[in-house]
């Protein structure tokens, strides 16, 4: 799984989500080995709203090689803050 290790593999999902979403990451919410590489869930601010239980968030998964490289990524859910979802 070359150097990467659970945090940096976080750091690598964090920035490679945030790239290509151009959204702000609220956080990390899973990081896993996966067969050569790191399965990571990153959880995205899509839409701020006034007051902020209002936003929107999203789940998106991304999938990186052992040296953190972006293999794919998908969003895997959409919800409305503190829905409990």
């Known amino acids: 799984m070359g150097d990467?290790?659970?945090v940096t593999a976080g750091e690598a999902g964090v920035k490679h989500i945030?790239?290509?979403t151009?959204?702000?990451a609220?956080?990390?919410t899973l990081v896993e080995p996966a067969k050569d590489g790191w399965v990571v869930?990153?959880?995205v601010v899509e839409d701020r709203r006034i007051p902020?239980?209002?936003d929107i968030l999203a789940l998106y998964e991304a999938d990186l090689d052992?040296?953190?490289n972006l293999l794919s990524y998908r969003?895997?859910?959409r919800y409305r803050r503190g829905s409990g979802g």
């Open 41 to 43: 869930v990153v959880e």
């Open 4 to 6: 990467l290790t659970a």
């Open 52 to 54: 902020s239980s209002g």
């Open 26 to 28: 609220e956080g990390v």
């Open 18 to 20: 945030s790239g290509l």
């Open 75 to 77: 969003r895997k859910a």
């Open 22 to 24: 151009s959204k702000d």
């Open 66 to 68: 052992g040296e953190g």
